[in-house]
């Protein structure tokens, strides 16, 4: 096995303990940064086009209510299922790599070592002798400048 190789399953295993899984920091690798959306992120009035207080505030409050809401009511319908369906997702592509392609590209580099040898020697029977007979006659060569 490869160094620092850890099998799957084993390491699925160790995060599947629900008692160690971390609820506060739900994002720890800082995937989703870039949805990091505040209310003064989108919504912002400039000098001179200030609503009355009242109206900013439940403004305010109408935004993050509604996000937070909206948001709560996709993850009770979707999450399960859509964690479900990217699970598969990356099932399928581990056993396409370690079934499919990994050996697929096994053959190929093969393959190609054996093309390497048959070029190497097509190199050094044909082209080198021709080169290096060109490199003689033009080492002969000698020029001089006059003044």
């Known amino acids: 096995m490869a160094e620092g190789y850890i099998p799957v399953s084993q390491s699925e295993d160790s995060r599947i303990n629900l008692a160690e899984t971390d609820l506060v920091n739900r994002d720890p690798k800082s995937l989703n940064t870039h949805l990091q959306i505040l209310y003064d992120d989108v919504i912002g009035e400039p000098e001179g086009a200030h609503s009355a207080d009242c109206v900013w505030t439940w403004a305010f409050k109408c935004f993050t209510g509604g996000k937070r809401l909206c948001y709560m009511i996709l993850t009770y319908v979707c999450a399960i299922p859509m964690a479900l369906w990217w699970g598969c997702v990356f099932a ?25 040898r048959f070029y190497s020697e097509f190199i ?24």
């Open 124 to 147: 050094n029977c044909c082209l080198a002798p021709v080169i290096q007979a060109q490199a003689l006659i033009l080492s002969k060569i000698h020029i001089t400048l006059q003044s």
């Open 92 to 116: 399928c592509i581990s056993f396409t790599h370690i079934w499919h392609i990994t050996p697929c590209y096994k053959v190929v580099k093969i393959n190609m070592e054996c093309a390497q």
